[in-house]
């Protein structure tokens, strides 16, 4: 297992660029924590550091965001925390996602885990009392 710490907002952007080095093969990210945790906002560091053109806001509504990057490539930004029975996930035709090839960013994927590809980089963020976010990646 390995960890990041982010100690301090301004480092977010170097602990989003240190994850994807890390993890530089793989494509489908698992973010676990808590409401307030900064899932939404350490993806949102990471779709800068893949030079995302659009605004990267959580799709709790939509479930799956598509952002665009400079060189035409699609990263996907699912959420789903409002998904009730793991059928809606099928629904959606998440394999069409998951195994694209491109980037996939899931926030609250505890309903899910069962059908996550077998490759996919599991994220847990916690906060401690200093307000350090510690990532905890397998």
Not at 91 to 101: A, P, T, V
Not at 102 to 129: G, R, S
């Amino acid at each position: 297992m390995q960890k990041i710490e982010i100690d301090n907002i301004k480092n977010i952007d170097f602990a989003a660029a240190e994850l994807l080095k890390e993890f530089k093969g793989q494509r489908v990210f698992a973010f676990f924590g808590e409401m307030g945790a900064g899932k939404t906002t350490f993806i949102q560091a990471l779709c800068r550091e893949l030079d995302v053109i659009e605004v990267v806001n959580s799709p709790t509504f939509t479930i799956v965001n598509e952002y665009h990057t400079e060189n035409g490539s699609s990263i996907y930004h699912f959420d789903f925390f409002r998904i009730k029975k793991i059928e809606e996930v099928f629904d959606l035709g998440y394999e069409d996602y998951f195994y694209s090839g491109n980037y996939c960013f899931i926030e609250w994927p505890e309903l899910i885990t069962d059908i996550l590809p077998d490759n996919a980089v599991l994220v847990k963020i916690t906060i401690d009392q200093g307000g350090t976010r510690l990532l905890e990646i397998e």
